[in-house]
């Protein structure tokens, strides 16, 4: 799931360099009659929100339980973004290519014949593949293995809170571990964390 939202968010991203728009500017002073704009340029937006959903789906594979949450909804919400920003150049290319027609002739409102390319389809459905692998990412992330050991920790707290007063308290009495054990395995993975072996 993660290769797979990596996959949508650079593609997304690869798009913008593309040639979204292609302008024919008409009027015997313009010196550039034929104009090519890129997606880079006629949605801004879309680069940005492509490399949030890749860090995002990055974060999403390395963070503990909580952060895998947070991450997947940012890349939920970048994948949004990226739909809903190439959705506005597909209503209206002629206002996406304003900017780069007036910067290119010098005037603003210039007369213009738009046509667009397949890329700005293509970055909109990569954009909404990303949102739908971000709600995946949200539901499928639960059932990842513990990875750090804050959740580690946390997960054998937890585990061995409901035998505290039965078998826990009883072992507890005779060799001195039980409910202790939870802290004990935090403080070995800090032993190893500073380099020192907890076993010697």
Same mark, same amino acid.
């Given at each position: 799931m =993660?290769?797979? @939202?990596? $996959?949508?968010a650079?593609? @997304?991203?690869?798009?913008?360099t593309?040639?979204? =728009?292609? $302008?024919e500017?008409?009027?015997? #002073?313009?010196?550039? #009659?034929?104009?090519?704009?890129?997606?880079?340029?006629?949605?801004?937006?879309v680069s940005? +929100?492509?490399?949030?959903?890749? @860090?995002?789906? +990055? @974060?999403?594979? =390395?963070?503990?339980?909580?952060g895998?949450?947070?991450?997947?909804?940012?890349?939920v919400?970048a994948?949004?973004?990226?739909?809903?920003?190439c959705a506005?150049?597909?209503?209206?290319?002629?206002?996406? #290519?304003?900017?780069?027609?007036?910067?290119a002739?010098?005037l603003a409102?210039?007369q213009?014949?738009v046509? +667009?390319?397949?890329?700005? $389809?293509l970055?909109?459905?990569?954009?909404?593949?990303?949102?739908?692998?971000?709600?995946?990412?949200?539901? #499928?992330s639960?059932?990842?293995?513990?990875?750090?050991?804050?959740?580690?920790?946390?997960a054998a707290a937890?585990?061995?809170?409901?035998?505290?007063?039965?078998?826990?308290?009883?072992?507890?009495?005779?060799?001195?571990?039980?409910?202790?054990?939870?802290?004990?395995?935090?403080?070995?993975?800090d032993?190893l964390?500073?380099g020192?072996d907890p076993?010697?």
């Amino acid at each position: 799931m =993660v290769v797979v @939202a990596l $996959a949508f968010a650079l593609l @997304a991203f690869g798009a913008t360099t593309q040639t979204w =728009v292609d $302008a024919e500017v008409q009027g015997s #002073a313009v010196r550039t #009659a034929h104009l090519s704009v890129q997606g880079s340029k006629a949605a801004t937006s879309v680069s940005a +929100l492509a490399l949030v959903g890749l @860090a995002g789906t +990055l @974060a999403a594979a =390395v963070a503990g339980r909580v952060g895998r949450a947070v991450a997947s909804v940012v890349v939920v919400l970048a994948g949004v973004g990226v739909a809903a920003a190439c959705a506005a150049v597909l209503a209206d290319p002629r206002g996406a #290519a304003e900017g780069s027609i007036a910067q290119a002739t010098g005037l603003a409102g210039s007369q213009a014949s738009v046509a +667009l390319t397949p890329y700005p $389809a293509l970055a909109a459905a990569a954009g909404t593949l990303l949102a739908l692998s971000g709600v995946l990412l949200i539901v #499928a992330s639960r059932h990842w293995a513990l990875r750090t050991r804050y959740d580690a920790g946390r997960a054998a707290a937890a585990g061995t809170a409901p035998d505290a007063g039965g078998a826990g308290a009883g072992q507890a009495g005779t060799d001195g571990e039980g409910p202790a054990g939870a802290v004990d395995g935090i403080d070995g993975w800090d032993s190893l964390s500073r380099g020192e072996d907890p076993t010697g």
